[in-house]
């Protein structure tokens, strides 16, 4: 077994999901059959190559630091689910 | 037989217009009547912008009428909905994104509004973009025009079907690891991923950073080159978007196919799970070309069968990075009930994500989470390296690689839904060139002997999408497969 039903809730910890029982027996399930046959990877000798995390060639864009129009606070908080003044809300983090 | 308005091309349309025999209103107004009388059965969009359209075409027309028209101008076209459209709802075929309407237009938009083409509404997508049948939408599935028990591809399946029902003179889609080629060859239109950089992503709503792509999806060669030259080039706000000059794509429209090397990848052929109808088809087509002046190569890829194991490590890992913004805060859906924040993320985000979304939140933060690291990003990172050198290598003997788009024809809905790994491998030829950052193309070559579209795929080496548009011209000019519309019946 690849993945055990444990890790599959420690991942949904770490990325933030929430699953009912029914559905981690199924994502274990899915992940182990996913995961076994991805093992394929691990035939390939890949001593010395270096990883590819982009596909273009690309150094850094610089451009100089002017400053310029950016989106107005009023339009960044029209999609937000609870906004205050000029702020996101959410729910109480510290208790007090 | 004369062809309806909304039958009608890009560059069909435009020479009408610029006559004035046609206006954009009446194309338009055309295009809505095929919409009404297909739409409930095809289901091709999310949503639809008729008001504003109208409003566009006219003014459109007004623009003509003072002799300024553009080779886009007064065109209906149709948007992936995860495409940013200022004041239109842009959803990514999700519940998080249900209600989300973007302040500012993606650039490639304000090309097509510089134009002044109109825009007929959002269309269907696997959620976030993620899947091959366009069934992960949290609003439904897309039918295939061709057989409407039968999925259009995905994820810019409803892009496809729109196009090939006529519900929209052209479109454009988004790929990721085939998105729009798979797609463009499950409904027989012609759909174009150009190389990585070549049109800016600003305003993508992003999956997975390093392979994304926007690209058309058309009629056919000579909509794709127009539109190509108006989605190109640099743009200040996305740093990938390469500064390189946007040739005249129609240029490249050249009826034969002289001089042109063609490499055939022996791991695409006789595979197993491939249609032998499909190998056949692409098999007729390459023929075609030979005739018209092109030569045939053998070549090898030798690390193709890593290319899917390699892809759904990679692009879940970026994904679940880049899908981590949803957590009801900045914008999009939030769970209702009063809860503590750790609650409002996990609830949140379990009740506005569909199942191959967390399925793949989950398999990309296990491949980056501590242990695990090495022995899965980093492994099919140095695999990446491996595809992009076989392809480094096959182009020093080929100008263009020709294979299928995909390994069969459309499949029926439903059959793939509950096996994600069968569903991955409908990307085992068109996820390569995302990898090693490749521009390719699907055109029709073929339908099956139950009357379903098949898709050749050319692929070529960065930025050279002239070519590939100078072999699928060809191809297209000596066959009469983009001429064959579903029936729709």
Not at chain 2, 12 to 24: C, G
Not at chain 2, 52 to 65: C, S
Request: hydrophobic share 35%; charged share 25%.
């Amino acid at each position: 077994m690849k993945i055990t039903k444990h890790d599959v809730e420690h991942v949904a910890r770490l990325a933030r999901l929430r699953f009912s029982e029914d559905q981690l027996d199924l994502f274990t399930d899915q992940l182990n059959t996913i995961l076994t046959d991805f093992d394929k990877l691990q035939q390939l000798d890949t001593t010395g190559v270096e990883p590819s995390t982009h596909a273009a060639n690309l150094s850094n864009a610089f451009r100089d630091d002017q400053i310029r129009p950016s989106l107005a606070g009023e339009e960044a908080l029209k999609n937000a689910p609870a906004h205050e003044r000029s702020c996101f809300k959410v729910p109480r983090i510290i208790e007090g | 037989m004369t062809k309806a308005l909304s039958q009608m091309t890009i560059h069909e349309l435009h020479e009408l217009l610029k006559k004035r025999a046609v206006s954009s209103r009446e194309i338009t107004q055309a295009v809505y009547q095929r919409i009404d009388a297909v739409e409930p059965r095809v289901h091709a969009y999310i949503t639809l912008t008729r008001e504003t359209a109208l409003k566009q075409a006219a003014a459109a027309d007004e623009k003509t009428k003072q002799g300024t028209i553009q080779p886009l101008t007064g065109i209906p076209l149709a948007i992936k909905d995860l495409l940013c459209t200022a004041g239109i709802r842009t959803t990514c075929g999700s519940k998080i994104l249900e209600q989300f309407i973007p302040p500012y237009n993606a650039t490639v938009i304000s090309r097509l509004k510089e134009q002044r083409a109109v825009l007929v509404g959002k269309t269907n997508m696997d959620e976030f973009a993620m899947g091959s049948s366009t069934e992960t939408s949290y609003f439904g599935p897309t039918a295939n025009p061709w057989d409407l028990e039968r999925v259009p591809g995905g994820s810019s399946g409803g892009s496809a079907a729109a196009v090939a029902a006529d519900e929209c003179i052209a479109a454009l889609g988004t790929d990721t690891g085939g998105s729009i080629r798979q797609p463009a060859a499950c409904c027989g239109i012609v759909g174009m991923k150009p190389t990585y950089g070549r049109v800016s992503r600003f305003g993508l709503i992003a999956f997975a950073s390093s392979l994304d792509q926007i690209g058309p999806m058309t009629k056919d060669v000579t909509d794709t080159a127009l539109l190509m030259n108006y989605i190109s080039g640099h743009d200040p706000r996305d740093s990938t978007a390469v500064n390189r000059e946007v040739p005249d794509y129609t240029r490249a429209l050249i009826p034969d196919a002289k001089g042109l090397r063609l490499g055939v990848p022996r791991e695409y052929f006789g595979a197993s799970g491939i249609d032998p109808e499909v190998e056949k088809a692409v098999w007729e087509a390459l023929r075609i070309l030979e005739r018209q002046g092109a030569t045939l190569t053998e070549i090898t890829l030798p690390h193709t069968e890593y290319a899917v194991a390699a892809y759904y490590l990679i692009a879940p890992a970026e994904a679940s990075s880049n899908l981590a913004r949803y957590d009801g805060v900045k914008y999009g859906y939030r769970h209702p009930k009063e809860t503590d924040l750790r609650d409002m993320y996990e609830i949140t985000r379990a009740e506005g994500f569909g199942a191959e979304v967390k399925r793949r939140i989950m398999l990309g933060t296990y491949a980056l989470s501590a242990g695990y690291y090495d022995a899965y990003y980093r492994k099919a990172s140095q695999v990446r390296t491996l595809i992009r050198q076989d392809f480094e290598e096959a182009f020093k003997a080929c100008d263009l690689i020709v294979t299928p788009t995909a390994p069969t024809p459309p499949f029926r809905q439903g059959e793939k839904l509950n096996n994600p790994l069968q569903m991955y491998l409908s990307d085992i030829f068109t996820i390569p060139a995302n990898l090693a950052g490749l521009p390719g193309i699907s055109i029709p070559c073929g339908l099956s002997s139950r009357g379903l579209p098949i898709g050749l795929q050319i692929i070529g080496n960065l930025f050279e999408e002239e070519k590939i548009i100078h072999g699928a011209y060809c191809l297209e000019q000596n066959s009469d497969w983009h001429l064959t519309k579903p029936s729709l019946a």
